[in-house]
């Protein structure tokens, strides 16, 4: 399931984000579970949805963390 708000925005993160945001969804986590679980700030969070952090410039532990948080290869 995806997050479908995160899905209208022109932001090069938002296919990752509507993935994160549907499988917090899932697991009944909210914002700060999630977070929690990615290893990353509510702040950092909140840079990556405005767009002012880039998508493509976030760290390998993110990556790993994402790929992890949604039961997918990191390849993916």
């Known amino acids: ?3 479908t708000p995160e899905l209208a925005s022109p932001n090069p993160a938002a296919l990752i984000l ?3 945001y ?3 969804a899932q697991l009944k ?3 700060a579970d999630m ?3 990615l290893g990353i700030t509510h702040s950092y969070l909140s840079l990556l949805r405005s767009g002012e952090r880039d998508i493509a410039n976030v ?3 993110f990556v790993e963390a994402a ?4 039961g997918i290869p990191r390849l993916q």
């Open 1 to 3: 399931t995806l997050h």
């Open 22 to 24: 549907g499988r917090a």
């Open 18 to 20: 509507a993935m994160l």
């Open 59 to 61: 760290g390998d532990s």
């Open 35 to 37: 977070c929690s679980e």
């Open 29 to 31: 986590h909210n914002t």
């Open 67 to 70: 790929a992890n948080y949604l």
